[in-house]
């Protein structure tokens, strides 16, 4: 199936030796390891107040997506820089059977699990920037990055 | 960590400590559900003052938890959910629906006793 992109992004400069975090998505428990570990990075980025909600929300979802559709997978964390700009890069990727049709993923009120994650749009609404990736029987991973202010 | 529930009259508080997991959820749902019928509670305060993060399980647990305790014949009042809070809510599309909100605990216990009160004075 043919990959689509929601948003261009152009690549993004991190600065190296800066530690990503990797946090593997097996179980419930997981979703709150994963929005802590996020939460705790933003904050070490600059973010703040409603943000810090905002961005451990977002990958409570992406992290419960992985479970719901795919069983397993994996949040990886790390920092952004654009410019001068710093933000969250937040990856959720998995090997599951991926989605068949992702223009539709991408509508309100969309699903095919059984309507626990809370899909695909709301978590852009979040966001600044967000791409997906999906390809049948090899998976899905979802990009989605805010900026600090 | 288990959500503790304390009675205050005819009322039930569960005051949530921490961060909870699914699982956590689904224990209070349980808790709440049953112990509606053991003290014979009107109402159920839960207060979510100190969860940074309300997703759309949280969400929906909490839905169901109101409505199955209407269903047992009492009241469910969700109180404290935290400007941040209530703001990723709205951008993700989140809703309580039907169930009853109030700023802290005092303004949901005063809301309960106000409704004791109502439903009193239509039974004379």
Redesign the interface.
């Known amino acids: 199936m043919a990959n689509e992109k929601f948003v261009n992004h152009q690549e993004d400069t991190v600065p190296p030796g800066l530690t990503q975090a990797v946090v593997p998505v097996t179980s419930a428990s997981d979703i709150v390891t994963a929005r802590q570990r996020g939460r705790a990075l933003a904050e070490q980025i600059g973010f703040a107040g409603s943000d810090l909600t905002v961005i451990a929300t977002v990958i409570s979802e992406l992290a419960r997506n992985i479970l719901e559709y795919a069983k397993s997978g994996e949040v990886v964390l790390s920092l952004g820089q654009r410019g001068s700009r710093v933000g969250i890069v937040i990856v959720a990727r998995d090997r599951g059977p991926g989605i068949p049709d992702l223009t539709k993923a991408m509508q309100d009120g969309y699903t095919t699990g059984r309507g626990l994650g809370l899909g695909l749009p709301g978590v852009r609404r979040l966001v600044d920037d967000f791409d997906i990736v999906s390809e049948l029987q090899k998976g899905t991973t979802v990009t989605v990055k805010k900026w600090a202010h | 960590m288990r959500v503790p529930i304390l009675k205050q009259g005819y009322y039930l508080i569960a005051s949530i400590q921490s961060?909870?997991?699914?699982?956590d959820l689904l224990h209070l749902r349980d808790d709440l559900v049953e112990r509606v019928g053991r003290y014979r509670s009107r109402g159920a305060i839960i207060d979510v003052t100190v969860l940074?993060?309300?997703?759309?399980?949280a969400v929906?647990t909490l839905r169901g938890i109101a409505h199955m305790i209407r269903l047992r014949g009492a009241q469910t009042l969700i109180v404290g959910i935290?400007?941040?809070?209530a703001?990723?809510m709205v951008?993700?599309?989140?809703t309580l629906g039907d169930v009853t909100t109030a700023l802290d605990l005092e303004e949901g216990l005063a809301y309960l006793n106000q409704q004791a009160e109502a439903s009193r004075q239509h039974g004379e």
């Open positions: 961060a909870l997991s699914d699982e940074d993060v309300m997703d759309s399980f929906r935290q400007p941040e809070v703001f990723a951008q993700l599309g989140l």
